[in-house]
Each structure stands twice: as C-alpha cells, then as structure tokens.
C-alpha cells in the first residue's frame, strides 16, 4: 500500500530535550515535505526537500533541521525543543501534482 | 508571498444541500491547486487536483473550478451528506513550494 508514514504520533517532551520525528515514503517520490498545523493559521510549510541532499526552508524553518540522506525518509529535528513548537505536525510526499499526507505527529513541549 | 484565504471558516448545511466553498489567493503564478479533505484527528485526504492550465475538475458529488486571473477557486459538493462533514483545505503549488488557506470546516445535518 502506498503510503507515508510518521513516528512517533504522539510525544510530551520538556524544553531544551532534543527529538527527531521520523517520516518514510515508499511511492519512491523525489519531494518530500513538513508542515506544521496551528489553528487559526492553517498548514504551514517548515522545510521541503526536492531530492536526495537538496533541502529547502519553508515559511517557517526556525528552530527546525531536516536531512535527506535517502529518498524515503526525511526526518525532522528540534535541536532545542520550546512550547511554542507545540504542534501538529505532517509529513508529505508528492509526485505529478498530488501531496500524500502522514497521519500526523502531536507534538506539547513543556 | 503567497496568501490564501478560505471563507466561510465554518459552515453548517441540511443533508442533501448542495454547496460551495472558496478559496481566495494573492498570487496568480500557481503551478496547480489542490482540495483536501481533513477529519478530525487524521491527516489530510487529496479531492481534488487542478493544474493551473484547467478550469476544473469533477469527482464524482465534488467539482473544482480554477479562475486564476481572479484569484479564486471553489469547491462545489452536490447532495451533501453527512460523511461529508469535515474540514477542507485548499492548497496552492508555486513549483517549489506549497501554501494552504485555514479550511472550512463542514457540518451536514441529518
């Protein structure tokens, strides 16, 4: 089954304690994606990666790294984690114009 | 940059009421459009697909239509159902990156 997948999908971490949130794609798609959803702000575009070593900012690549060692995976990072990265996170694949979506990483920092 | 704006934020129907959503956008250099459907606590599902060269796209019960020259596109559902309520979004291409307006959110009433 086609599909992009994201772990963990729910995390509490405390300030300042570094995490990485996973993603994987198995469509062997060279662009990949991460967003983070707040409400009253919709999806917004953190960092993108048009191809293996190629990464991109977003709208709002602060406090966020990515790297892109392979093509099915494309892991976010927070070095330093801060309640205001509390969020709902997505990871996306796209190919011939259509986005997949992964289910979404609940991410509170205390 | 690109801004979308969707309106209503919230819209409540009749089952079998047919309806239309907007999707208002700054910047007519959109590579395509697309319309998601968001449920709650899930990821995002793909509707819709409309490449910047097309004035719509239908879908069974949904049609899309794209006037880039105004700025707008819609979502219309015919005989709405109340397994169409959720959250919609709309997405905007520009080739490299990717901006979402904040949704309508859907209910249908029995």
């Known amino acids: 089954e086609a599909q992009v997948t994201q772990n963990p999908r729910y995390l509490i971490t405390v300030t300042g304690k570094k995490l990485t949130v996973t993603c994987s794609q198995n469509?062997?798609?060279?662009?990949m994606s991460w967003y983070r959803q707040d409400p009253g702000l919709g999806l917004r575009q953190i960092y993108y990666?048009?191809?293996?070593?190629?990464?991109d900012k977003g709208d709002v690549p602060e406090g966020y790294k990515v790297s892109r060692k392979e093509k099915r995976n494309f892991p976010l990072i927070l070095e330093s984690p801060s309640p205001n990265q509390t969020s709902l996170y997505f990871c996306?694949?796209?190919?011939?114009?259509?986005?997949?979506f992964g289910p979404g990483t609940r991410l509170t920092v205390l | 940059k690109q801004e979308v704006t969707q309106i209503p934020a919230a819209l409540s129907v009749p089952e079998g009421e047919n309806l239309v959503l907007n999707c208002s956008f700054t910047d007519s250099a959109i590579y395509n459009l697309q319309w998601f459907r968001q449920d709650p606590g899930k990821g995002l599902t793909s509707l819709l697909l409309?490449?910047?060269?097309?004035r719509e796209q239908t879908s069974g019960r949904l049609n899309a239509s794209l006037d880039k020259s105004s700025g707008r596109s819609t979502l219309y559902i015919a005989a709405s159902q109340p397994g169409d309520s959720a959250t919609y979004l709309c997405a905007l291409n520009t080739g490299n990156q990717f901006y979402f307006g904040t949704g309508t959110s859907l209910t249908v009433i029995p």
């Open positions: 990666s048009m191809n293996v070593e190629v990464t």
């Open positions: 469509m062997n798609h060279e662009y």
């Open positions: 409309i490449q910047s060269s097309q």
């Open positions: 996306a694949s796209y190919s011939l114009g259509i986005q997949f």
